[in-house]
Every structure is written in C-alpha cells, then in structure tokens.
C-alpha cells in the first residue's frame, strides 16, 4: 500500500482562497517533501520539512509535520490560476539510506478558478 | 546547471512491440537515476534506479527493464509491451544526497494499443 495517502483528492477553489492539502503516511521518516505537477508535465520540487521540524514556509507555501500523528499538510496562501496543478506528497525510506526511492501519494488535484 | 532530458514525449506503440525511452543528464556527475511510472495521472511507483554506469535496481517485478550504458544516460526498455505497459514514465536524478530531493525530467507518455 502507499506510504503517503493525500486528501483531498480533489479541490476546486477561487482564486484569493487558501488552499490546504493533507497527508498521512505509515512508517517512521527522516523528512517529508511536496512535489507539484502541472498537467501532462514532470514533478517539480516545492519543499522539504524534516522530521525534527514542525512547521515551514516557502513564499506562499506552509508545510506542518505532525510526527505522533504521521501525518503533513501543505497550504498554500492567497492561490492563483496558476497554482492549478497536482500535488504530492513524498517520503524516502526509514533508515537513512536509499534516499532517492521515494514513495509518493495519490496527489490531490487543485482547481484555482480566476 | 543541471538538466535532465527524456525522449520521446510521446509514443503509441502496438502491443507486442519494443520499446526504449530514453533520459539523459547534463551539468553532474555519477548521478543517482530513477525510472517512476506515473498510472492516470496518480501516484507514481518506482520501477527502476541506478547508483552508476551498469548498476540495476528493480523495484517491481514487470515486463520492462532498464540500463545505464554511460553514467549520464538511463534507459527504459521492453522487448513486447502490453497494453499495462500504458502509462506516464518520467525520469529522476537525485539532487540532494541526503535528503532524497528528486529533480525529474518531462516526463514520456506511453500508450500501447
């Protein structure tokens, strides 16, 4: 099963909204990072919070991390258009090795209406 | 700066056909190279990784396999695809060793008919 499960699935929001996305995961991290993807396009790295940290921004990005809870959220502030996209969540294997076979979770969809 | 590479974007491909998608990395050296295949939009599976020129780690059992023939080029093959073999293949190179931060590539759609 997944490492990472998001929800939403899906989100439709106006544009000025604040956008919150959220994500459990099952097994102990070292951090935990959200990917964006744009339609038919690759992933793109947006931040990465480890698991001595509880919360960080980026611009107009915030990402909390709830270690006893497993679980992460992402919001995103005053949305545009163009933050319409997918976006994951991802965790590499406990252990401290092997960093870069992350697992992803099933994405939530953002819908910004302008 | 570092860029990666893959081509084709697009491929419709007959099953029981071959197949070879290829990525490449410029701007860093020895790169950490991943194969992840994105199903409908979804979530993505890992499939394959490399630590350096020849070294395969299959994550999954499936019809496909991979190669690094140079320490900057990875490739995705098959040699009969099946219709489950549709998907979006993208390629990774880790960027930052000790956290797992992945830059991907543009990914290459598959459809076989």
């Known amino acids: 099963s997944q490492q990472g499960e998001e929800d939403p699935q899906a989100l439709s929001i106006q544009e000025g909204e604040n956008a919150t996305m959220n994500c459990s995961y099952k097994?102990?991290?070292?951090?935990l990072q959200w990917y964006r993807q744009n339609s038919g396009r690759g992933l793109v790295h947006l931040i990465l919070i480890r698991s001595n940290e509880r919360e960080k921004h980026s611009g107009r990005l915030r990402v909390t991390l709830d270690t006893s809870k497993k679980s992460s959220s992402l919001l995103i502030t005053a949305s545009r258009a163009a933050d319409t996209a997918s976006y994951f969540c991802?965790?590499?294997?406990?252990?401290?090795?092997?960093?870069?076979?992350?697992?992803f979770g099933q994405g939530t969809i953002l819908t910004v209406h302008p | 700066s570092q860029t990666i590479h893959q081509w084709p974007a697009t491929l419709v491909q007959p099953v029981g056909s071959p197949l070879s998608l290829e990525c490449t990395v410029e701007g860093t050296s020895n790169p950490n190279l991943y194969w992840y295949r994105q199903a409908a939009g979804r979530g993505l599976q890992l499939l394959f990784y490399?630590?350096?020129?020849?070294?395969i780690s299959s994550e999954v059992p499936q019809n496909l396999s991979a190669s690094r023939p140079q320490d900057r080029q990875f490739i995705l093959s098959s040699k009969k695809l099946l219709l489950s073999d549709s998907g979006f293949y993208l390629c990774?190179?880790?960027?930052?060793?000790?956290?797992?931060?992945?830059?991907f590539g543009e990914g290459s759609r598959l459809t076989v008919l």
């Open positions: 097994t102990s991290i070292n951090n």
């Open positions: 990774a190179w880790l960027g930052q060793v000790n956290t797992g931060e992945l830059f």
């Open positions: 991802a965790t590499p294997p406990p252990g401290g090795t092997s960093y870069g076979k992350l697992t």
């Open positions: 490399s630590v350096g020129i020849g070294q």
